[in-house]
């Protein structure tokens, strides 16, 4: 009596063999994947902010620049344009200060575990306002309530004072503590805060802009 052939479909070899195919096309992949995320994500130069050559993550030096937020109508969402060089707080930063007022900000937000609150890069609470693009809000424009209340000429002179005295300052229903932030903390978190505005975010947070009233930092 002649053998029947035996279906590919319960041949161990075949699926062996498919498993090696898969799993090493999958490594492959990941490792494509790994280093154009590094890419994607690795922080910019200044010389690159000079030669406006756009990163996603821009250099710390970004804080001496003007930033909007403009809808890319080829992307479908929003995204930073970063504009022309402006002062920050009275002055220009060299590429070590920035980087230092940077760090100084980044290290003040965790110690005054301002994502117990807040939404920063889509990590956090949702308690109280979104801060990825808080920079960008237009309360903070020269027209804006912020600037009103805390009788500052700039932007970034306003928030650093709100920063320091928020119970001065009622906002929301949700009131921010005084959290004893100093003078020099609340610039660095400022400058934080506009470093972070500066990163593509692929949109997010979503409809940002229509929320809040269009393209800022005008």
């Known amino acids: 009596m ?10 161990i070899s075949f699926w062996r063999r498919s498993a090696a195919w898969v799993t090493g096309f999958a490594v492959v992949l990941l490792i494509w994947l790994t280093f154009d995320t590094i890419g994607q994500i690795t922080m910019g130069t200044d010389a690159d902010l000079q030669n ?38 009275g002055k ?3 590429v070590d200060e920035a980087a230092a007022l940077l760090h100084l900000g ?13 939404t920063l890069l889509g990590n956090g609470a949702y308690y109280a306002p979104d801060l ?27 928030m650093a004072e709100f920063l320091m005295h ?20 609340a610039k660095g978190l400022v400058a934080f805060l506009k470093h972070m505005s500066s990163i ?4 997010f947070p979503r409809n940002f802009g229509k929320e809040q009233g269009g393209t800022y930092a005008k």
Not at 200 to 203: E, L, Q, S
């Open 2 to 11: 002649a053998e029947q052939p035996k279906s590919v479909w319960s041949s």
């Open 52 to 89: 406006g050559v756009t990163k996603r993550v821009p250099a710390p030096t970004v804080i001496n620049y003007n930033i909007k937020y403009e809808m890319n109508e080829k992307r479908g969402h929003e995204a930073p344009v970063i504009g022309e060089k402006e002062s920050f707080f």
């Open 92 to 94: 220009e930063w060299s």
């Open 106 to 118: 980044k290290l003040t937000s965790q110690a005054k575990n301002c994502m117990n609150c807040h």
């Open 132 to 158: 990825t693009k808080a920079w960008l809000d237009p309360a903070w424009n020269n027209d804006g309530p912020m600037m009103g209340m805390t009788g500052k000429s700039t932007r970034e002179e306003a």
């Open 166 to 185: 928020p119970s001065k300052y009622p906002t929301h229903a949700r009131m921010m503590p005084d959290l004893g932030i100093t003078a020099e903390e």
């Open 200 to 203: 593509d975010t692929n949109g």
